[in-house]
Each structure stands twice: as C-alpha cells, then as structure tokens.
C-alpha cells in the first residue's frame, strides 16, 4: 500500500493503487475542466438562494435514475419530510439516513434521484433521505434538530446495529454534529457513518481554504463565507455542533471520509479524521487526487464516482 501524506498531522494508507496515483479518467479531467469554467463564470455574479432554488427546481425532471427503484415513499419522519427508497437489492433491515449538502441553503430529493440508488444498491439497504430546514430562513439549530428527529424516526423502526449515517459536504458535517448531540444526549449512535468531502469547519481555518483555492476546480473559497453566515446566523461557528471538527469525538462510531486532494474542504476532512483517530475512533479517510467536490455525485460519468460509492458499500455492509 502506497502512504500518502496531505497535511503535516494527517496521512493515511491508500487501500487500493488506484486511489494512491495520481492518474484520473479522461472523463475526470473533463469534467474538472467544465466545473472550471463554471466556477469562473458563476464568480462574476452573486445568485440570490431563492433564484438558485428556482434554478435547482427546473433541473430535477431531468435527473435519470427513477427506474432503478422498487419504492420511493414519502415519509413524515417525525415532522420532517423525508423519502424512504430501496431497490431490489435492499435489505429491509438496515437503512442508512441520508444527509444532503448544499451549504445549508439547498438540495432536494430529486436532485439525489441518481445518487441515492446508487447507495441503496452498493450497501443493499433502505435509505432514508431527509428535507432539513434550510438557512438562511431557518439557521442553526433547525437542520441539526431536524436531523435528530429524522434518526428517531428511524431508530424507532431500526435495530441501532443496523443503521449508518451517509452525508455529503454540509451534510457531511451535519453528519458529525448530530452525532456529537446524540451523543451528548445520551441517545444510542448508528453503527457506521460516512462523511464525503464533508464541510466540518465553518470558521475556514483549515489550511486547504487558501492553498487550494486556485486548485479547487468547483468550490469558491469566495462565496462560502455568507452561507457560513447565513447558516450560523449570530451562534459562534466554532460551536462543536456547528462546526464539528471542534468537537470532541470520542465514542462516535466506525466513520470513512471521502475527499479530493485539491479541494479546498479537504483539511476539513483530514483534521475531522485526525481528531477521531486521536480520541481512538476507528476511522478511516481516503483522500482522491484530484476528485472535485463530491464527485460521487458524478458516478453515472466518472469511473472514480462508481468505484468510490463500490468502496462506501463495502464499508458500510461490513459495519450494518
């Protein structure tokens, strides 16, 4: 196994050559540069959320992947709109609650369509996507306390044993703070959880904000700070529940992060993993050279979206 080092405090053994090269797919390096022009052009104008909504809301019938299930229900998980899905390989006994990213500010069920068959099959469970409330009409507490309820719902109908937490950027980061106020709560945690380049720090002190804000070729390190703002909304956002790297993380369960080396949230990544490897969490980080921001998202392009969610299975069947 090559090591790989990305910050003077974290390193970590890649589990397969593939995610240790340096090399990426043809349709990798396309996409990373039409997220590059992407990224320049969405600089030049400042999209208010409920326009950007709008936006998001036109795309969604065209998001493929609705054949690939066997259920798709809408569910009210103790006052928070949810969706249960599965397909004809998921196991009715494990379900993993899914936390959605978009800055706190947006995201919806359908924008996911594609994605979240892709889990259910790889890990061969339900999954249960939740709607939290979104900043900045409803900041911090709502989507944590959101999220909260929503595992209830689902520990109330699930063996804990058989429970993960699956989330992406924002929600990656949700991901460790509910489980910081579980915790806290004396509530039982799920047994595995997976955070993929997920936004832990909303102070931006990770060192990767700057040095890979020219790398990065989709996340503006620019425009983050008002949905930090937006999101936080006057609470100290290094409160552990709103940025969890600040946290302590001791009793949190069997965690794997996802990220790509030139992102500029990958020191979010790396430290949340360094914090949790020193309080003795088992946990495990891949860090992808060159893999923009949730590339997993990008699996019905990328080659390294499909093996990325192959490994989350994998990891996730061992565990629930």
Known sequence: MARVAYSDSVSFEAAAPSIAEEKISRRAALLRSVLRVQKRSLSK???????????????????PGRRKYTEMSPIDANGV??????????????????????????????????????????????????DYRLAPEHPFPAALNDAVSAYRWVASRYDRSRTAFVGDSAGGGLVFAAMLKLRDEGLELPRAAVALSPWTDLTMSGASWQSNAAADPMMDA???PQLARNYSA?????????????????????????????????????????????S??????????????????YARLLPEGRQAIARIGKFLQERI
């Open 234 to 278: 006057g609470t100290d956002p290094a409160h552990p529940y709103v940025s969890p790297v600040f946290g302590n993380p001791d009793g949190l369960p069997s965690t794997l992060i996802h990220c790509g080396s030139d992102e500029i949230l990958r020191d979010d990544a790396v430290r949340m993993a360094d914090k949790m490897r020193s």
């Open 45 to 63: 104008v400042d999209t208010p959320i409920p326009e950007l909504r709008r936006h998001l809301r036109r795309i969604e019938p065209f998001v």
């Open 81 to 130: 709109p949810a969706l249960r899905v599965a397909v004809a390989g998921s196991r009715s006994d494990r379900c993993i609650l899914y936390f959605h990213g978009g800055g706190y500010a947006v995201g919806t069920g359908a924008l996911y369509r594609d994605f979240l068959w892709r889990v259910a099959e790889a890990a061969r469970a339900h999954v249960l996507y939740f």
């Open 222 to 224: 620019d425009k983050i």
């Open 280 to 297: 003795r969490c088992d946990v495990k980080i891949e860090v992808w050279p060159k893999m923009p921001h949730v590339w997993q998202l």
